[in-house]
């Protein structure tokens, strides 16, 4: 394990933030995607409760992918430990979003400083899940800043940890997890109990990561040279008040380092709704908030693999 920790996460970490997801190659979240869907269709053909049907996906899923992961690597080794290791790299090179969240955010800050409106609202539709057709400027560039805040945790912080503890089986066993989550985590008529087992996985596996998450914006907030003290303000005013068990912290610890208020209203689908605010400033999001809401990722992932890597070598 020493040896990966040294070597193999932070390689796969500096080839997702030079190059983002290799769209040219099989991606594992995709195949993982498909084993989901593909056991959904299955298990509801088998007539067992819904929500019990759910917590057997879980475990088919997660349990598959994981084990997946385990012989592939471990016939490789037999094979050559070079392919052994060029499997892992692999494996957690693509658990990570640093890049692809970075230039999803940078399109959307760049469409707005040139003032193109329905290029940024197209822009910032690919990032979240809400009504984009008519947010004005100061609401496209909130919606972004609030994707780059969350998924933070999700694309970046979370699969480092799994990847720091448990390798990259640990890696792919979390994307299933988030993956489940994303597809099945839904409170409607169809995945409210099929997806009971799915959002309650993905809210403990995010637990830990989420709150530690916190700690290391809050040190990239002081490097550069950020709101600080307010990190931690805004995460105990507000955090607790978000929908989520976990995403309240890091939306709360950005909106605090960087002196904006998130949350708000939105709509979804034509629903409106109101989100709780966060942060303890007043300030509203713009290109520039956006460009330091993506620098603060940056540097934030960097000290949680830094610190992970350190507590590893310590441990």
């Known amino acids: 394990m020493a040896f990966m920790d040294e070597f193999i996460l932070p390689l796969a970490f500096t080839l997702d933030l030079t190059f983002g997801d290799p769209r040219w190659m099989f991606h594992p979240v995709k195949g993982i995607g498909w084993f989901a869907e593909t056991t959904e269709t299955f298990l509801r053909r088998t007539n067992l409760p819904l929500r019990i049907a759910g917590i057997f996906a879980v475990i088919i899923v997660v349990c598959g992918s994981a084990f997946s992961a385990w012989l592939l690597i471990t016939l490789l080794s037999q094979l050559h430990r070079v392919a052994g290791l060029a499997l ?37 539709s690919l ?63 169809r995945y409210l109990e099929f997806g009971w087992a799915s959002a309650k996985l993905d809210d403990i596996a995010n637990y830990l990561p989420a709150r530690l998450t916190v700690l290391t914006i809050a040190v990239a907030a002081l490097i550069g040279k950020l709101k600080f003290f307010d990190t931690f ?39 409106p709704c109101q989100a709780p605010l966060l942060g303890v400033k007043e300030g509203q999001c713009n290109p520039l908030v956006i460009r330091q809401s993506i620098a603060l990722m940056w540097m934030t992932a960097v000290l949680f693999l830094g610190a992970g890597v350190a507590v590893r070598l310590l441990w």
């Not at 989520?244 to 709509?267: C, D, I, Q, T």
């Open 88 to 124: 892992s790299i692999y494996l957690l090179y693509t658990s990570l979003a640093l890049r692809d969240l970075g230039d999803h955010a940078g399109a959307v800050q760049e469409a707005l400083e040139k003032g193109d409106i329905e290029l940024a609202r197209q822009k910032v």
């Open 127 to 189: 990032m979240v899940g809400r009504d984009t057709a008519n947010l004005d400027e100061n609401g496209i560039a909130l919606a972004a800043t609030e994707s780059v805040a969350e998924n933070t945790v999700d694309g970046v912080t979370a699969p480092l940890f799994y990847a720091l503890f448990f390798g990259p089986v640990g890696a792919i066993a979390y994307k299933a997890i988030n993956t489940l989550d994303s597809t099945f985590g839904y409170k409607n008529e």
């Open 233 to 271: 303000k805004a995460v105990f005013c507000g955090a607790w008040s978000h929908a989520s068990l976990n995403s309240g912290y890091p939306e709360s610890a950005f909106a605090g380092a960087l002196g904006v208020r998130l949350g708000g209203e939105r709509s979804y689908g034509g629903v």
